[in-house]
């Protein structure tokens, strides 16, 4: 016994010693439950986590493992997904239905468990699973380490900026009706920040988020773009925005009024409040850059930044000021989505290098874009010749299959259940931001991308122009990837390599394939796993715009995946 003692003891100090470097053991509890919410004079019962809309902030240090309990108290099936955590070695926790792990059913709960590994700053978690993540959203911040430091200014407060999306009807009967009809599901009624519409919506000025400053402070904005079907363009009416991160990887800080961010990211920003106390109060507004042809939520949400009183000032009446409007760019502006995007660039320093794949191992071209299948003949659909819109990679409409595909690749048992003969360019060349071919039936099927460890791969992904071009934010799950270059019209790969920046890219996990145009990523395949790959715009990925990336066991110990845990949900 003493022995034991003994050996625990060491084991103890061992550990702490570990901890010390490694961080601490956070615990979370998310009960999944119904909460009646009133928003635009409507009320709803909706899915939240703990009663809360949007849901908890999670908050953590780099290094430390978060232990996350959720239990399942509502009728849906329901999985969270912990957007832009690597989740090195941990893909059983990442999240996505059927691709990591079967959901967890109503009364049952899992646990998911995973170490935020050399990643600081801002993510956020959401459902994975049909459209739950419309109200089931929260926050991630991850700090540095201890005693480490940003390398920008140190803000007097940190404020998370969630942006969402509202529907006054149930959504979950909006995307089912709109699978069973064929039709494009209703679009939103408003969007919200932190939860709350804010005064340019019918009787919603009592809902209006509120950012307090004092003069002379600087603040990080924490933005995250949790809605479901918009990019967003975002303005602080009369203030400089200095943008310092995006997809919790600090870049070379730039100045902006604008901010441009697509479902899926997150970026950090610096707002410094004027030197003297305005007599003003300043519109914080939100409304969608949208290029597709389908009609879209042309809605503004505002919150308003408010000054503290100065001493001075508090004799004047501060109900009265006048509220100053944020002018944003024109709802389809391409060429602003496009330079914006161009300004992003890693730190690349000796601290916080740009470890960029010098050499490419295997290269992809992907076209992502729009087309049309048959519907079932026990179904009547309200395209021509009975046929629904759909959406897909290199012409594959995804099938989501009914056990999770990480659980058939890691017994062993994907027979029946997908293959990996995915195909690493279009079945047929055509002009793909020009005149589109006649025939736009696209094929359906469970076809995964099978990578050996540890391969670098180049991506480049090409918007079409069947049924409109559109920007499409693409998701990568397990990995962040470098964006090395964009273009409008169609990829040149004899010409365009030559203007990519293997310098100082961009780290990112989700990017916009600028509409009519390409983007060029390259990622390390060293998470062993099955990946998603899907576009961050929820009526996209309904339609079938996903795939996935298997990746294979390394012959190491840490290069292989552990068996999945006890608690794991099935099918």
Known sequence: MALFLALSVVWLLSDLAFAKHAGITRHYKFDIKMQSVTRLCQTKNIVTVNGQFPGPRIIAREGDRLLIKVVNHVKYNVTIHWHGIRQIRSGWADGPAYVTQCPIQTGQSYVYNFTLTGQRGTLFWHAHISWLRATLYGPIVILPKKHASYPFPHPYKEVPIVFGEWWKADTETIINQAMTTGGAPNISDAFTINGLPGPSYNCSAKDTFKLKVKAGKTYLLRLVNAALNDELFFRVANHTLTVVEADAVYVKPFKTDIVLI??????????????????????????????????????????????????????????????????????????????????????????????????????????????????????????????????????????????????????????????????????????????????????????????????????????????????????????????????????????????????????????????????????LADNPGVWFMHCHLEVHTSWGLKMAWVVNDGKGRKQKLPPPPADLPKC
């Open 262 to 523: 697509t479902p899926g990211q997150t970026t950090n920003v610096l707002l410094r409040a004027k030197s003297k106390t305005p007599s003003a109060k300043f519109a914080m507004s939100a409304r969608p850059y949208a290029t597709g042809p389908a009609t879209f939520d042309n809605t503004t949400t505002i919150g308003i930044l408010e000054y503290e009183k100065s001493a001075s000032a508090s004799k004047s009446n501060h109900k009265n000021l006048p509220l100053l409007k944020a002018k944003l760019p024109q709802f389809n502006d391409s060429s602003y989505a496009m330079k914006f995007q161009r300004k992003f660039r890693s730190l690349a320093t000796a601290k916080f290098p740009a470890k960029v794949p010098k050499n490419v191992d295997r290269r992809f071209f992907f076209t992502v874009g729009l087309g049309i299948l048959p519907c079932s003949k026990n179904q009547t659909c309200q395209g021509p010749n009975n046929t629904r819109p759909a959406a897909a990679v290199n012409n594959v409409s995804f099938v989501q299959p009914n056990i999770a595909l990480l659980q058939a690749h890691f017994f062993n048992k994907s027979k029946g259940v997908y293959t990996t003969n995915f195909p690493t360019k279009p079945p047929f060349k055509f002009n793909y931001t020009g005149t589109p071919p006649k025939n736009i039936m696209l094929s359906s099927g469970t076809k995964l991308v099978a990578l050996p460890f540890n391969i670098s791969v180049e991506l480049v992904m090409q918007d079409t122009s069947i049924l409109g071009a559109e920007s499409h934010p693409l998701h990568l799950h397990g990995f962040n990837f470098f964006v090395l270059g964009q273009g409008v019209g169609n990829f040149d790969p004899k010409k365009d390599p030559a203007k990519f920046n293997l310098v100082d890219p961009a780290e990112r996990n989700t990017v916009g394939v600028p509409a009519g145009g390409w983007v060029a990523i390259r990622f």
